[in-house]
């Protein structure tokens, strides 16, 4: 498997309040990516990264924010957290642009009250 | 304009049958797809490819599925359904896009297996 990990799991917040997820991997791949997945969307991205310090928009950014200072940490960050942004998200990422395959984590569960 | 369509968003097989998930697509590119797979909370997992190369590909544990350009389809098959197929499958198709290489999500299929 590949070495992807999301972190925290689950998390419950209110709403308002400021969430970072982060994702770390250990497969020193270039390509890194924030999707949601809810029911009838299927799979939406959010952000992805092409390089230390370099990332951009996906289909669903407004009120997501992310960084990426080295190679393994991806963190998306909702600065201030709504009842919208329930959802699961996955972290995936991709050594290669030539093939499109990804691989992900297992996803982070995250609840706004 | 790229698009996936999955035509069924669920499927009902009994076990030892065969699996057929099928998927329409519509792309200005010559381009590449995948079928992926989601097993209840578990994140995805590639299940095969089609890059160009041969049009009927086989992924992992005994499903294949073949790219017919001429309509627009890569159904992804199995002969004989197992209890542990069961599970959320999604049809994407994948083309570059300056920086980045842009996928495109069908909404997915359930697939039930019944004993």
């Known amino acids: 498997d590949a070495g992807i990990t999301q972190s925290p799991r689950h998390k419950v917040t209110e709403t308002g309040t400021p969430v970072t997820l982060r994702c770390h991997q250990t497969e020193n791949h270039r390509y890194m990516y924030w999707y949601r997945q809810d029911p009838g969307h299927g799979l939406r991205l959010i952000h992805y990264s092409y390089g230390v310090k370099d990332t951009d928009k996906g289909e669903v950014s407004d009120g997501y924010s992310v960084s990426r200072s080295k190679t393994e940490d991806f963190l998306l960050t909702l600065e201030s957290a709504t009842s919208s942004q329930t959802s699961v998200y996955f972290c995936?990422?991709?050594?290669?642009?030539?093939?499109?395959?990804?691989?992900f984590g297992e996803g982070s569960r995250l609840t706004v009250l | 304009a790229q698009s996936v369509t999955q035509l069924d968003s669920h499927v009902s097989v009994s076990e030892g049958t065969p699996v057929l998930l099928r998927c329409n697509y519509s792309s200005s590119y010559s381009p590449s797809l995948f079928w992926y797979v989601q097993h209840p909370n578990k994140g995805l997992q590639l299940l095969l490819k089609?890059?160009?190369?041969a049009t009927l590909v086989k992924g992992i544990n005994g499903f294949e599925a073949e790219f017919k350009k001429s309509e627009t389809s890569f159904h992804l098959t199995k002969p004989s359904a197992h209890m542990s197929d069961a599970a959320e499958y999604f049809c994407v198709v994948s083309y570059n896009a300056g920086n980045n290489r842009k996928l495109i999500w069908g909404l997915g299929t359930s697939l039930a297996v019944n004993p």
């Open positions: 995936a990422i991709a050594g290669t642009l030539n093939t499109g395959e990804l691989f």
């Open positions: 089609y890059t160009s190369a």
